[in-house]
């Protein structure tokens, strides 16, 4: 059974500083990736997906994620954050007809 | 386009009550998805509808139905509520199986007391 794991419960950032959120899955295909956020109370707003191609994918919000295969992650990544972006992120491997998430990282965001 | 809506938005039941929560998908979608999210948690996958069919489920007890409308909106029924099934339930719409993006509404936070 596939699985994702996000070692990182809680990351403090500065406003303007780079961001890499962490994430790892088990799988035993190619997998079909994605990185969705949630804002306190909401539901959850598409990033980034990740299906076949390039590795290297663009998201919304200035986001953008890697595929690496020999280390089974696809991390999260922005190279200047803004407040507006402290939210819960999840990362989420899809498998035919549903979606296994991780526990999540919330991000905090400091002047 | 519109985007997927849920009913209610929150709503508080007692614990053996049964209660109906529900979903319109996006426009083009007919697909629907339904996952639980505790407090602190990831979603959990319940399980799946297309085309009115039960399309895969997850590690959730019998009391945990649903139903797919024609009109390819949904319902998630839970029978005999317990404490544990307070949550964050979420719907999500795509428009096939397989490799499609899933669309999330907003939930429905259930507190049962």
């Known amino acids: 059974a596939q699985s994702v794991t996000q070692p990182d419960i809680h990351i403090t950032v500065s406003e303007g500083a780079s961001l890499e959120l962490r994430c790892n899955y088990s799988?035993?295909?190619?997998?079909?990736l994605f990185w969705y956020v949630q804002s306190p109370g909401q539901g959850l707003q598409l990033l980034l997906k990740?299906?076949?191609?390039?590795?290297l994918v663009q998201g919304i919000k200035g986001f953008e994620a890697e595929f690496k295969r020999s280390q089974s992650s696809f991390n999260l990544r922005k190279p200047s954050v803004h407040w507006s972006d402290a939210a819960e992120y999840f990362c989420?491997?899809?498998?035919?007809?549903?979606?296994?998430f991780g526990t999540g990282t919330r991000l905090t965001i400091i002047p | 386009e519109t985007g997927v809506t849920q009913s209610p938005t929150h709503l508080i039941k007692t614990r053996g009550q049964q209660v109906t929560l529900r979903c319109s998908s996006q426009?083009?979608?007919?697909?629907v998805s339904w996952y639980q999210q505790a407090l602190g948690q990831g979603p959990q996958f319940i399980f799946q509808?297309?085309?009115?069919?039960?399309?895969g489920r997850g590690n959730f007890p019998p009391r945990f139905s649903g139903l797919q409308f024609p009109n390819y909106s949904s319902e998630l029924n839970v029978n005999a509520l317990e404490l544990d099934d307070s949550a964050l339930y979420l719907c999500?719409?795509?428009?096939?199986?397989?490799?499609?993006?899933?669309?999330f509404g907003p939930g429905t936070r259930l507190t049962v007391l």
């Open positions: 990740y299906f076949s191609g390039d590795t």
């Open positions: 426009s083009g979608h007919n697909t």
């Open positions: 999500a719409s795509s428009s096939g199986q397989g490799r499609d993006t899933q669309y």
């Open positions: 989420a491997v899809g498998l035919n007809e549903k979606l296994t």
């Open positions: 799988y035993g295909a190619t997998p079909y």
């Open positions: 509808y297309y085309r009115e069919e039960e399309n």
